[in-house]
C-alpha cells in the first residue's frame, strides 16, 4: 500500500532562516506531487505541483520553491523566511491519470 | 482565488442527527471531491462525484451535485461524536490541470454527544 510522509512534524524558526521541508511517498511509481499551504480556519491554496522528476509548476508567486529530485520526493524550501511564511504546509501525492489526491500528515510551520 | 464557496461555516448538532454541507463553485467542472480533516491532521478524500452524477452514496455519506446552479451537498446521516472535523469541497477542472484542486474554504462540523 502507499504512504506519504512529512517531516518535520512541528517546526519553529525565526524570520530571515531558511527553510527546508520534505516529503516522500512510498509504495507508488511516478506520482504527481502537490504542495499545499493552509492559514488558521481557511481551506488549502496550492502552492507547487509537479508531474515528474525536475519539473515544477508553482501557482503562487511568494517566497517559496520547490525541487524534486528524486521520483517520491518532494521538497519546499525558502532562503528567507517571512512572518506571512507561517501556517500549516501539506503534501499530497496523486497517481497519474486518476482523480483522488492522498495527503500527509503536514507540518506546522511558525516564523516568529 | 478560491472556486468554492462552503456553507455553513460552521455547524454544530447534536450525535444521532443529520448534518448537511454545502459548497458551491464559479466554472465548469470535471468532478467535485469532499474531503475530512481532523484537527492539526491532514486531509482524508471521502467521496468523488463527477459532473456527470448527480447523487453518489458511501454509507453515511450521500452527495448530491447540480451542475446548472454550480453547487454540491455532502449529507452526513445519524452523526456520530467522531465526525467531528472540518470537510472541504475540491473542484477539479479535468484535461491538462494535472489533477489539481480547488478548495472551499470548509465548514468545521461538531457534534455533541
Known amino acids: 500500500s502507499q504512504t506519504i510522509h512529512q517531516w518535520p512534524a512541528t517546526l519553529v524558526q525565526p524570520v530571515g532562516s531558511p527553510l527546508s521541508l520534505e516529503c516522500t511517498v512510498e509504495?507508488?511509481?511516478?506520482?504527481?506531487l502537490y504542495w499545499y499551504r493552509q492559514a488558521a480556519g481557511r481551506g488549502l491554496q496550492l502552492l507547487f505541483y509537479?508531474?515528474?522528476?525536475?519539473?515544477i509548476s508553482s501557482e503562487v508567486p511568494q517566497n517559496l520553491s520547490a525541487s524534486r529530485p528524486q521520483d517520491r520526493q518532494f521538497i519546499l524550501s525558502s532562503k528567507k523566511l517571512l512572518l506571512s511564511d507561517s501556517g500549516f504546509y501539506l503534501c499530497?501525492?496523486?497517481?497519474?491519470?486518476?482523480?483522488?489526491?492522498?495527503f500527509g500528515p503536514g507540518t506546522r510551520l511558525t516564523v516568529l | 482565488s478560491q472556486q468554492g464557496e462552503e456553507d455553513p461555516q460552521a455547524l454544530s448538532i447534536q450525535e444521532g442527527e443529520n448534518a448537511t454541507m454545502n459548497c458551491s463553485y464559479k466554472?465548469?467542472?470535471?468532478?467535485l471531491q469532499w474531503y475530512r480533516q481532523n484537527s492539526g491532521r491532514g486531509l482524508v478524500h471521502l467521496i468523488l462525484?463527477?459532473?456527470?452524477?448527480r447523487e453518489k452514496h458511501s454509507g453515511r455519506l450521500r452527495v448530491t451535485l447540480d451542475t446548472s446552479k454550480k453547487s454540491s451537498s455532502l449529507l452526513i446521516t445519524a452523526s456520530r461524536a467522531a465526525d467531528t472535523a472540518s470537510y472541504f469541497c475540491?473542484?477539479?477542472?479535468?484535461?491538462?490541470?494535472?489533477?489539481?484542486?480547488?478548495f472551499g474554504q470548509g465548514t468545521i462540523l461538531t457534534v455533541h454527544p
Open positions: 509537479s508531474v515528474g522528476i525536475g519539473q
Open positions: 509504495g507508488t511509481s511516478n506520482p504527481n
Open positions: 462525484i463527477r459532473s456527470n452524477e
Open positions: 466554472t465548469s467542472i470535471n468532478n
Open positions: 475540491a473542484t477539479a477542472f479535468g484535461g491538462t490541470s494535472y489533477g489539481k484542486l480547488t
Open positions: 499530497a501525492w496523486m497517481a497519474g491519470g486518476a482523480d483522488t489526491q492522498y
